[in-house]
């Protein structure tokens, strides 16, 4: 299997996913939002992740999320990486497919839960094979209750067609060992609070909730990074930190969404 080289990086905002009050898809307001989004500067875009409520969506539902968001990203010239985790290997074999037809960027996906480690690697094999795209693990034990090594990870890695991982733990160490085992890999931070700082350790972007809200600022803090100044960085960076104490006090999804309906991105998500 042989995957056409891209390169991944930058901010990728992991997309909400609007619908009605009968929990149906609005195509227009999901189009809307990403047109903003990449207006703003932002290099790619996420699809149906935790964000998203992929795993609420049907898959009719989910393979037409995907196929607007490649061509909307064919228009402005970014990354549509496409998450198709599901709860069976099955499902997640007939996304990767599709997202192999819609020729998307990459594809990433949530590791199963309840799994041993060997069935783990099993499911990630599946689904590069069924993709033929570049493949992104997902290291994010607060959803997946799985706790990987540094071992583990980079047996992942070494999966044909895996070619990097998004990284949602607040070990950044663990990114530096990671980037100095495989240098050729791709690393994209999920936890927003740290973006900046896992950029200082070597990741090549991210890939957030709060880059639906706030697209110019992380596109201001990467700019940063990658000028060197990591200062002004860092101080960027605070700006939503001082904004996310009181977000989480008031609760997390919640606030998210509210916010996601004044700008006008629809009035119910999944």
Known sequence: M?????????????????????????????????????????????????????????????????????????????????????????????????????????????????????????????????????????????????????????RLLDIEGVTGMKYTDWNLFIVKRLMMARPDITILNGFDEVFCLSLINGAHGGVGTSYNLFPVLYVKIYNAVKAGNIARAMELQNIFLAFVEKWHKNGYRGVFEYLMRRKGYGDHFF
């Open 2 to 154: 042989t995957t056409r080289p891209i390169k991944i990086e930058g901010v990728i905002p992991a997309l909400a996913s609007p619908c009605d009050e009968n929990d149906c898809f609005l195509e227009d307001k999901f189009v809307n939002l990403i047109s903003h989004l990449y207006s703003q500067g932002v290099h790619g875009v996420y699809v149906c992740g935790a964000t998203g409520d992929g795993y609420n969506m049907r898959l009719e539902e989910r393979k037409r999320a995907a196929e607007l968001a490649v061509e909307v990203s064919r228009e402005y010239g970014g990354l549509a990486i496409l998450h198709i985790g599901c709860y069976n290997t099955r499902d997640a074999v007939e996304l990767a497919e599709h997202a192999a037809h819609i020729e998307a960027d990459a594809v990433a996906s949530i590791p199963p839960v309840n799994r041993t480690f060997e069935q783990v690697m099993s499911y990630y094999t599946d689904v590069a094979k069924a993709a033929q795209l570049p493949t992104l693990i997902y290291q994010v034990p607060l959803l997946s209750h799985l706790h990987l090594t540094v071992e583990d990870m980079l």
